[in-house]
């Protein structure tokens, strides 16, 4: 008896052969959230050394689509895909929201890749895997980016403390005990 609709063969086949694209789609969805001039830049400028941003966006997403199609990611690979992206993306001028809404993203893209095969049993579990993991890949996100955050507060804290104890040594106001070593050991 003949079967209608997709294999998980024919699926499997579709997203190897359609990879690149759907790669591309999603580093254009990443690239898109960015003002228009960094858009022209990242996507003009192919140079990895001249486009450090653009290649890290690149690299990241398309070891993410790697992971965010199969039926179990690998949270150690997860985790090395997403910290350069998400580091970038916490240093720069993004709301929390903004800086990880991408994620998302690749579900809306697959989903309208297999439009006409929505219907099928395969298709439909592949999505709802691809939304599950990209669940867990907001997760992931999230710990990264706050851990990033708290390092930049943590640095202009520092920084902080340092200029404010400089100016207050300049005024005269506090001096400065210059470390010594009088050979004690603890």
Not at 134 to 155: G, P, Q, S, W
Request: net charge positive; charged share 30%.
């Amino acid at each position: 008896m003949e079967e209608k609709g997709w294999q998980r063969m024919e699926l499997e086949k579709y997203l190897v052969e359609n990879r690149k694209k759907l790669v591309e789609k999603w580093v254009s969805a990443v690239i898109e959230t960015y003002p228009p001039d960094s858009v022209s830049f990242f996507t003009k400028t192919k140079d990895p050394f001249a486009n450090p941003v653009g290649n890290t966006i690149k690299r990241s997403i398309d070891l993410l689509f790697t992971e965010v199609v199969k039926k179990k990611m690998d949270r150690a690979a997860v985790q090395e895909a997403m910290e350069p992206i998400i580091r970038l993306r916490a240093v720069q001028e993004f709301t929390p929201s903004q800086a990880m809404a991408f994620i998302f993203s690749i579900k809306y893209l697959l989903k309208d890749a297999l439009k006409k095969h929505l219907t099928d049993k395969d298709v439909e579990r592949f999505l709802e895997t691809v939304s599950a993991n990209t669940e867990e890949l907001m997760l992931v996100a999230v710990n990264i980016y706050a851990a990033c955050r708290d390092k930049i507060y943590t640095l202009r804290i520092n920084q902080s403390k340092e200029s404010l104890k400089k100016l207050l040594i300049k005024k005269e106001l506090i001096c400065e005990i210059p470390e010594t070593d009088f050979g004690l050991k603890v």
